[in-house]
């Protein structure tokens, strides 16, 4: 490998050499970082041992890879193609629908959202919240990953217990434990 522009180390050459390597679909690897310490020995034996669906939703793809005893069950592990983009598209729309402001990009919306500001300034017409419409479809998003979730459960009931993950997880945590509670 060369380093093309790496500060100090440009154009130096290194040899590398893999000594283990494990391919996965996306969010079975945080399985495996979840069960297994650094030098792979068995961290948590449930994990390691068990049958466990995953939940990886992304921007524009939600993955389910079921892992059993570590090993990829391919007959079983699926995707979607709905992300958490479709629903900041939606959000985006509805705020300049209703509020008459418009984000120039997903990326300025998730930032305002992680921080928690929901508030919408317009000069001359005071502020007003945009979390009555992330919540909508926010909670939308959520019925319909508990809902995947359910529809994969029962194709597969030898699974012990589904972890949701990732990006999309993180964003939806508390409007996937709502929709999840309430069913």
């Given at each position: 490998?060369?380093?093309?522009?790496?500060?100090?180390?440009?154009?130096?050459?290194?040899?590398?050499?893999?000594?283990?390597?494990?391919?996965?679909?996306?969010?079975?690897?945080?399985?495996?970082?979840?069960?297994?310490?650094?030098?792979?020995?068995?961290?948590?034996?449930?994990?390691?041992?068990?049958?466990?669906?995953?939940?990886?939703?992304?921007?524009?793809?939600?993955?389910?890879?079921?892992?059993?005893?570590?090993?990829?069950?391919?007959?079983?592990?699926?995707?979607?193609?709905?992300?958490?983009?479709?629903?900041?598209?939606?959000?985006?729309?509805?705020?300049?629908?209703?509020?008459?402001?418009?984000?120039?990009?997903?990326?300025?919306?998730?930032?305002?959202?992680?921080?928690?500001?929901?508030?919408?300034?317009?000069?001359?017409?005071?502020?007003?919240?945009?979390?009555?419409?992330?919540?909508?479809?926010?909670?939308?998003?959520?019925?319909?990953?508990?809902?995947?979730?359910k529809k994969r459960w029962k194709?597969?009931?030898?699974?012990?217990?589904?972890?949701?993950?990732?990006?999309?997880?993180?964003?939806?945590?508390?409007?996937?434990?709502?929709?999840?509670?309430?069913?």
């Amino acid at each position: 490998m060369t380093f093309l522009s790496t500060p100090q180390l440009k154009n130096r050459k290194i040899k590398v050499s893999i000594r283990r390597a494990i391919v996965s679909i996306e969010g079975a690897a945080a399985l495996f970082h979840m069960a297994t310490h650094e030098n792979l020995q068995v961290k948590d034996e449930e994990l390691y041992h068990g049958c466990i669906g995953i939940c990886e939703m992304g921007a524009l793809t939600t993955d389910f890879p079921v892992v059993n005893k570590m090993s990829i069950d391919n007959q079983f592990s699926t995707g979607e193609q709905i992300g958490l983009a479709t629903y900041l598209d939606s959000i985006i729309r509805g705020v300049e629908d209703q509020l008459g402001y418009r984000f120039p990009s997903r990326a300025k919306l998730v930032q305002r959202i992680k921080r928690g500001d929901y508030t919408i300034r317009r000069i001359g017409e005071g502020q007003s919240s945009m979390k009555p419409i992330v919540d909508m479809y926010f909670s939308r998003a959520a019925s319909k990953i508990v809902d995947l979730i359910k529809k994969r459960w029962k194709k597969h009931p030898d699974i012990q217990c589904f972890y949701v993950i990732g990006g999309g997880a993180a964003a939806l945590r508390p409007y996937i434990l709502e929709a999840a509670g309430s069913r």
